[in-house]
Structures are given as C-alpha cells and as structure tokens.
C-alpha cells in the first residue's frame, strides 16, 4: 500500500465485481440501443475505460471536462465546463460517467448543459462513488458503484492535487498529505 493512504476502502478486486454489475445494469437498460457514453475528465477515465468494456451494447464515446476543485479538497461551487462534442448529441440516449458524486454541482451542471446546449435526448448518469451526506444540489445517480461517507479518498482516477490516480484501489489519503 502506499505510504500516503492511510486506509483501503475498496480493492480493485471489488471495484472489478462492482464495475462489471454496472456495466450489465446499463447495457441492460439499454436494450441494444446505441448510446454515447461521455467520461468527465480526468477522474473518471479508469472507471470510463472499466466500464465501457463491461457494457454490452453499441456505444460511443466522448469526454469532458469539469472542474471545482483545482488543488484543495474542498468544492468551490463554481464549475468549469468545456465539452469536446465530437459527437453529435442531438436527440441522443448519453451515459456521464463521473467518479464521485459529492456536493451533486458538477454532474447537475453537466447534465442540464448536455441537453440544453447540446440537445441531448436522454441523459443517465453513472457515478463510482456516492458521498450521499454531502449532497447540496437533489440529484441522484442512475448508476452508482459504492456510497461512501464524507472522507477525501483518491486512487483508481480519483487525485489530489493531480496524483494518486494510478493506485489500481481506493483509499483513504493521510490528513497529513492533504496540503497542497
Ligand atoms: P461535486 O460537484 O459533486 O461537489 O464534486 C464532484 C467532484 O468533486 C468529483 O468529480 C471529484 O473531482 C471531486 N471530489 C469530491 N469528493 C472527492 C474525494 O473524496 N476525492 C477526490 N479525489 N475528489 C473528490
Ligand atoms: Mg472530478
């Protein structure tokens, strides 16, 4: 383990088995309709790339960017959005797939500007984690792998400070090591 966590909260022999259960609940859902499955940088792409190969149904895929947090661990409340549409998503069924839900500001702005500005039909949301306490904006995931309580965790995509996203688990990262 590395020196900085303090405590694993979930393997990557469980983020696998629950990654797996979310993918066979979306290309469930799905029916064999084609959806674009949009990954929001950077924290979500290990979970992104997991899941995508777990759905069984024809996707797209797309990213984009959003941002509250820069260096500290607390939400700023304002976010930063830039899409890359490379695909058009005009009348679309799109999956966001985010790594934790925390205050709820991000993956609400998120949605409401894929179907207001980009026109996207139906918009799902899937979400690793679920800080469920912390919510500020009423929105509720989808999908959603494991509800965690109100601690900083980083690992498997999740950083501070832009590190500790290649831990292949999830953990809880050392209070002394929260600084920027
Ligand atoms: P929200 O807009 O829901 O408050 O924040 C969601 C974003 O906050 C996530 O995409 C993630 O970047 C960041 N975040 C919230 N809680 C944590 C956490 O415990 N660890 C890390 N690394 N990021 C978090
Ligand atoms: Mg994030």
Redesign the pocket.
């Known amino acids: 383990m590395h020196r900085d966590i303090a405590e694993v909260l979930f393997s990557a022999e469980a983020i696998n088995t629950r990654v797996q259960a979310l993918g066979r609940q979306i290309s469930n859902d799905l029916a064999g309709r084609e959806a674009v499955v949009v990954a ?1 940088l950077k ?2 792409v290990l979970f992104f790339s997991d899941l995508i190969r777990s759905i069984d149904a024809p996707v797209k895929v797309d990213f984009a960017w ?4 820069g260096h500290s ?1 607390s ?1 700023s409340g304002q ?1 930063h959005l830039k899409v890359f549409p490379e695909e058009d998503l005009k009348g679309r069924t799109v999956v966001v797939v ?12 998120v949605v409401r500007r894929l179907k207001e500005e980009h026109g996207a039909g139906e918009v799902r949301t899937c979400v690793l ?1 679920d ?1 469920m306490a ?4 009423p929105i509720r995931a989808d999908y959603s792998g494991f509800p ?1 309580d109100d ?4 690992g498997y995509g ?3 400070a832009d590190r ?1 996203r290649n831990l292949p688990y999830i953990g809880v ?1 050392k209070p002394e090591c929260q600084r920027p």
């Open positions: 929001l924290g979500s959003a941002s509250s947090y661990t939400s976010i985010d790594d934790i839900l925390d205050t709820g500001r991000t993956l609400d702005t984690l800080k912390r919510r500020v904006v965690v601690v900083f965790v980083v999740l950083d501070f500790y990262l």
